[in-house]
């Protein structure tokens, strides 16, 4: 993979006031999971931590979800269990990021002697 390119995963749910997301670091442990609850999530969760975008899609800025966000929504403030209702209720998205390109540094091709 070249420098800086990536995936990012995620798991999306459309709530009532507000986006929710989850991210996701397997993929393929996630969609098995779907089907076997059997699985930990710990196996494919980047973090046991809520995001919300403000009503901005997949994307926008993230923020934490408060626990009154999270009883609002899914009417639990254990964040582990809105988890689990948005992994279940979400929709995957993936986002791919370009790699870097160009010159990587300006200032040291002056410096250069040759």
Not at 6 to 21: A, C, I, P, R
Not at 45 to 55: E, K, Q
Not at 102 to 110: E, H, K, L
């Amino acid at each position: 993979m070249t420098r800086g390119e990536s995936t990012q995963s995620k798991v999306h749910y459309k709530g009532k006031q507000e986006d929710f997301l989850v991210f996701v670091d397997d993929v393929d442990t996630y969609k098995k999971w779907q089907s076997d609850k059997s699985i930990p999530p710990a196996h494919f969760i980047s973090t046991f931590n809520v995001f919300l975008t403000h009503r901005q899609g997949a994307q926008g800025t993230f923020d934490s979800a408060s626990k009154m966000e999270l009883a609002a929504e899914f009417d639990t403030e254990n964040t582990d269990e809105a988890i689990l209702k948005i992994l279940e209720q979400g929709s995957m998205q993936n986002m791919e990021m370009p790699s870097r390109q160009g010159v990587t540094n300006d200032s040291m091709s002056s410096m250069r002697v040759k």
